[in-house]
């Protein structure tokens, strides 16, 4: 069974700095995705960016990026010049590539932005 | 695309009834999974349907069902409602060939 663990349950950055969130994962698949999701007070639980295990380039989208490091199973996400916007709950989450949909999520961390 | 919708947004009900709630996903998706976010458990999977049938499911008592219909859209049905089941209810949808999930907004469930 494939786990996921965010050890850092609430974390703050001030604006426009850069903040790192970390993520650990165990699983004996080969072949999988591993996502960040980020939910803020809205509820609305929105893809922030996605890694394939098999590509070795670390993902991109705009200021959010990933640090994967496959052989420790560590997934961490950088979010460079942080805006208010980014205030939010945000989940690690890993899915393999069988017919299996189900997403494992980590238990989450709150992310703060100071102004 | 329209994203994904989930009806009702909020739903009180009472010990010992029973609840159906609804999802549409994303045009063109066939794939929908359901998820229980509480404070406690955080999110854990409730089972996904693909074509019309279950494809997975994840550790929860009977009392937890769902269905797919012809065009997608599904239903997840409680019944013998408990007070552990006040949870939001978060829909996804995928593509198939895509493993990302597309969440609705989800519908928040109190039991009293």
């Known amino acids: 069974a494939q786990t996921v663990t965010q050890s850092q349950p609430e974390m703050s950055v001030q604006e426009a700095e850069t903040v790192t969130l970390s993520c650990t994962y165990d699983?004996?698949?080969?072949?999988?995705?591993l996502f960040w999701y980020k939910q803020p007070p809205s509820r609305q639980m929105i893809l922030v960016i996605r890694?394939?295990?098999?590509?070795?380039q670390n993902a991109t989208e705009n200021r959010f990026s990933v640090n994967f490091q496959k052989a420790a199973k560590s997934f961490s996400l950088k979010i460079s010049d942080s805006q208010l916007g980014d205030t939010a709950m945000y989940f690690c989450?890993?899915?393999?590539?069988?017919?299996?949909?189900?997403?494992?999520f980590g238990k989450g961390i709150t992310l703060s932005v100071r102004p | 695309k329209a994203g994904v919708t989930q009806t009702p947004r909020y739903l009180i009900k009472t010990r010992g009834q029973q609840v159906t709630l609804s999802c549409s996903p994303i045009?063109?998706?066939?794939?929908v999974s359901w998820y229980q976010q509480t404070p406690g458990q955080g999110l854990q999977f409730l089972f996904e349907?693909?074509?019309?049938?279950?494809?997975n499911k994840g550790n929860f008592p009977g009392r937890f069902s769902g269905r797919q219909f012809s065009n997608s859209r599904s239903e997840m049905n409680v019944s013998t409602l408990e007070l552990g089941d006040s949870a939001l209810y978060l829909c996804?949808?995928?593509?198939?060939?895509?493993?990302?999930?597309?969440f609705g907004p989800g519908t928040r469930l109190t039991v009293t």
């Open positions: 349907y693909f074509s019309e049938t279950q494809r």
């Open positions: 890694q394939e295990a098999y590509k070795q």
């Open positions: 996804a949808s995928s593509s198939g060939p895509q493993p990302e999930q597309y």
């Open positions: 045009s063109g998706h066939r794939s």
């Open positions: 699983t004996s698949e080969n072949n999988y995705y």
């Open positions: 989450a890993f899915i393999d590539t069988g017919a299996n949909s189900k997403l494992t």
